[in-house]
């Protein structure tokens, strides 16, 4: 068991910036974009990295990372499998957060939302552009189903590779993508002695408010 003093020590303190009012955008799409940005520029890895977390109908909760694939001013989108456990959730409860971590910025984007399954073609024109690899792996995998072991899914690989030997790779029928419309969005900024920066937008008519929290 590790030591758990070590734990209890470890901190850095937050010094490469802050975040204040006037610093804000009109609307927090525009401003997750700037930010974005600036991820990616800063060489973050996969900096479309998010946490998407779901309950099921009875409130017991689970996350998991996903890729963000688009977002504009309707929401946030993501692919995966409509009969994974995240996609039961879903269906049964679309309330849910994601999570973007950047920490080498020291900073958090926080969504949260309702999500809505995309028109099918949609999820059609994005799973034409993956890399076949992936496109065959959506067919071998039925995600979150239990399996005997890693030879299942080898077989099942090699099946879908020799099944689409000589052709394009169509979507599968439970695979789909979700459109997370934002309802509140945080903005974190770390700050020293842990008095961190947490400017959030709501939801409010046709427009945003905007609100700052205690760290």
């Not at 974005?36 to 017991?60: F, K, L």
């Not at 799973?127 to 995998?141: E, H, N, T």
């Amino acid at each position: 068991m590790s030591d758990l003093s070590d734990l209890a020590a470890a901190r850095e303190e937050y010094t490469r910036g802050g975040l204040v009012e006037s610093d804000l955008l009109p609307d927090p799409v525009a401003m997750f974009a700037r930010w974005y940005d600036e991820a990616r520029e800063a060489g973050i890895h996969e900096p479309n990295a998010m946490v998407v977390a779901s309950a099921s109908a009875d409130g017991v909760p689970s996350a998991r990372f996903v890729l963000l694939k688009g977002f504009s001013d309707d929401g946030f989108v993501f692919f995966t499998n409509t009969a994974s456990r995240k996609g039961e959730e879903l269906a049964a409860n679309p309330a849910c957060a994601l999570l973007f971590p950047w920490h080498p910025l020291e900073r958090q984007v926080r969504v949260d939302g309702t999500a809505s399954l995309l028109p099918r073609d949609a999820v059609d024109a994005y799973f034409d552009v993956r890399p076949r690899r992936s496109q065959l792996g959506a067919w071998a995998s039925h995600q979150s189903r239990v399996v005997d072991g890693r030879g299942e899914l080898d077989r099942a690989y090699a099946e879908a590779e020799a099944r689409y030997a000589d052709g394009d790779v169509p979507t599968p029928e439970e695979w789909g993508g979700y459109l997370v419309r934002p309802e509140a969005v945080e903005f974190w900024q770390g700050r020293p002695g842990r008095m961190h920066d947490r400017l959030v937008y709501h939801r409010s008519g046709d427009g945003w408010r905007t609100e700052r929290l205690a760290p």
